[in-house]
């Protein structure tokens, strides 16, 4: 679980950061993290392929936080994963910004040697939406396949709950630290997870859920993965990220076709007319598998499960998954329950095995209430802690109307990096995204 490097795995990736580009080519270069731990300023220095913050990060060589967190994950029962560990993904280091440690609660499954689908969609998902990806998550479960996902509010969580009702294997990938419950009426599903497959993370325990970590996240679903299954989304939404970023790991992507005159069909169906894989039942996507996986697809429990998988309400409810139809509802209030954490601190007071904790009224009463905050200041507060590009983004976004991601191809911005700051901006609630995929300031 722990072996001499994870010390300094877990301070590599610290300095490096998420979805770091630089990493891979250090640890490659390297070998190991020790031997870049005791690097001299002069030879920090002479590393010409990474930037100056990188190096002035690597020249700081306290191990007081990785202690920190090297010491929870131990007390906790948290697997830590790193680059050059035996049981790192191979499918991530194919990847052009790997993570540098994986931290796992609950028990991977073998993903060189099983066939893995991404199953994604939107939050605001319809009733043909969770039918449709209940029962596809359910039939795959059932023939062996490992379902992952984000653990989101919508298809997310629905394929989770099926996977877990078909007796299957599901992973959910966190866009925050391991020791967070997001969304905090996640908490039941999270535990479910722990004991049905594994809820793992690049962000060490106690980072909270930033709008900017999810596109990070996405990279991982994807890679993760042989395949990808986008349920529902509009043109811009955080599904059709994780499509750009499947199809540039070279991942297959599959998409549910839905009405023409939806708003949530608009990103599937925008796939299928670029190419994407139909997707009108589980059978088209296991059997695309068919010739390099057939030994580990349960054919005669993908049989079984077709009187099984009709969607049933109480099957969410019972992991604490709301079955109302949220479809046109505005998402809930962002908010995440957390253990363990104090400030940047890592608390290394034991807790129980996959027991997650919610955060107390009062700090739920907080977050409700800053939500609601209107004024110009608190928006400047938010966009500050935005990367250069969203804070672009949002400047050249009207301010009296809607637009598209395309907009801003004249000013240099490629429709993926606009999809991107876009949810960015949606998620942190400077932006609300509005029917046909268009986007406009709150």
């Not at 997707?279 to 993908?302: M, N, V």
Request: some cysteine; glycine content about 8%.
């Amino acid at each position: 679980m722990y072996d001499d490097d994870s010390l300094y795995w877990i301070w590599l990736a610290d300095k490096c950061g998420p979805a770091s580009k630089s990493f891979a080519r250090i640890a490659d270069r390297f070998g190991s993290p020790f031997e870049v731990y005791r690097l001299e300023p002069e030879e920090i220095d002479a590393l010409d392929f990474i930037s100056e913050r990188l190096k002035s990060a690597l020249s700081q060589k306290s191990l007081e936080r990785s202690y920190s967190i090297l010491k929870y994950c131990k007390q906790n029962k948290i697997e830590i994963i790193s680059y050059g560990s035996r049981k790192y993904p191979s499918s991530l280091k194919t990847l052009e910004d790997p993570p540098a440690v994986l931290y796992c609660a609950g028990r991977l499954p073998d993903f060189d040697k099983r066939l893995c689908i991404g199953v994604v969609g939107t939050r605001k998902i319809s009733a043909y939406g969770m039918q449709t990806s209940y029962k596809i998550s359910y039939e795959m479960a059932a023939a062996n396949i490992c379902v992952i996902s984000g653990m989101a509010l919508g298809v997310d969580a629905v394929s989770a709950c099926a996977a877990i009702e078909a007796g299957g294997c599901t992973v959910a990938v966190l866009g925050c630290g391991i020791d967070i419950v997001y969304p905090k009426a996640h908490a039941k599903l999270k535990n479910s997870i722990c004991r049905n497959g594994a809820v793992i993370t690049e962000f060490p325990p106690s980072e909270p859920p930033n709008a900017r970590n999810f596109p990070k996240r996405n990279r991982i679903i994807s890679g993760l993965s042989q395949g990808v299954l986008i349920v529902e989304g509009n043109a811009a939404s955080g599904a059709m990220i994780t499509a750009e970023r499947a199809i540039s790991q070279g991942r297959e992507v599959f998409a549910l076709p839905g009405k023409i005159n939806e708003s949530n069909s608009e990103g599937p169906n925008a796939l299928i007319r670029k190419g994407a894989n139909v997707a009108l039942g589980s059978e088209d996507i296991i059997l695309h598998y068919d010739f390099l996986y057939h030994d580990a697809i349960d054919y005669r429990g993908l049989k079984k499960s077709k009187h099984l998988s009709d969607f049933k309400g109480e099957s969410l409810e019972k992991y604490g998954v709301s079955s109302e139809v949220v479809y046109g509802a505005p998402v809930p209030p962002r908010s995440a329950g957390r253990i363990g954490v104090n400030d940047n601190k890592i608390s290394s007071e034991p807790k129980n095995e996959f027991l997650f904790s919610e955060k107390t009224d009062k700090e739920t009463e907080t977050e409700e209430n800053r939500s609601e905050e209107h004024g110009s200041d608190s928006s400047e507060r938010v966009l500050e802690g935005l990367d250069a590009l969203t804070k672009r983004v949002f400047e050249l976004m009207p301010i009296d109307r809607a637009c598209t991601p395309d907009e801003f191809i004249s000013s240099g911005i490629g429709i993926a990096e606009a999809i991107t700051s876009l949810t960015i901006l949606e998620i942190s609630g400077l932006a609300v995204s509005l029917p046909g995929g268009t986007y406009m300031r709150k």
